[in-house]
């Protein structure tokens, strides 16, 4: 065992996250999100939701400071009525990490999917919300 490593951080998700250079990204995906099919590596964090694992991983992943949005979100489908609420749970943690909010971009959701199948892993968890897919573009320390 190791000291001061949240128990929500599994041993291959820390691996993943080790292994990972300057530019390379990860998604933290919700329920419904299409991980498998994908044909990246995939980490399960079953019984978890995105909000916790993104804040849990913010304490030890650097967001790119040298990419304009190292952060991206699948924007809400033209003529979908839902409003994503868990986003501003997202906005606090980045602000309570230390990041300003212009650090986020929306993107169509094909091209979240198209941007998804060259990033490093996707972290599939159980998450219910709608539209809780997030992307981390990895920085330097």
Do not use: C
């Not at 065992?1 to 080790?18: A, T």
């Not at 933290?28 to 498998?36: E, K, L, M, R, S």
């Not at 094909?110 to 219910?128: C, E, P, V, W």
């Amino acid at each position: 065992m190791l000291k001061n490593i949240p128990s929500l951080i599994s041993p291959e998700l820390m691996k993943i996250l080790m292994e990972m250079g300057h530019g390379d990204e990860i998604i933290i995906a919700d329920g419904n999100y299409p991980a498998h099919s994908q044909g990246v590596k995939v980490v399960r964090a079953d019984g978890h939701d995105v909000a916790t694992m993104l804040g849990v991983i913010l304490d030890f992943f650097p967001l790119d400071t040298y990419s304009e949005h190292p952060i991206a979100l699948m924007e809400v489908v033209k003529g979908d009525t839902t409003i994503p609420v868990i986003w501003e749970t997202y906005k606090e943690i980045i602000v309570e990490k230390g990041y300003d909010l212009e650090v986020i971009e929306n993107i169509d959701r094909f091209d979240f999917y198209d941007r998804s199948k060259k990033t490093f892993a996707i972290l599939a968890t159980s998450d219910k919300a709608l539209y809780a897919n997030i992307l981390l573009k990895k920085g330097v320390v």
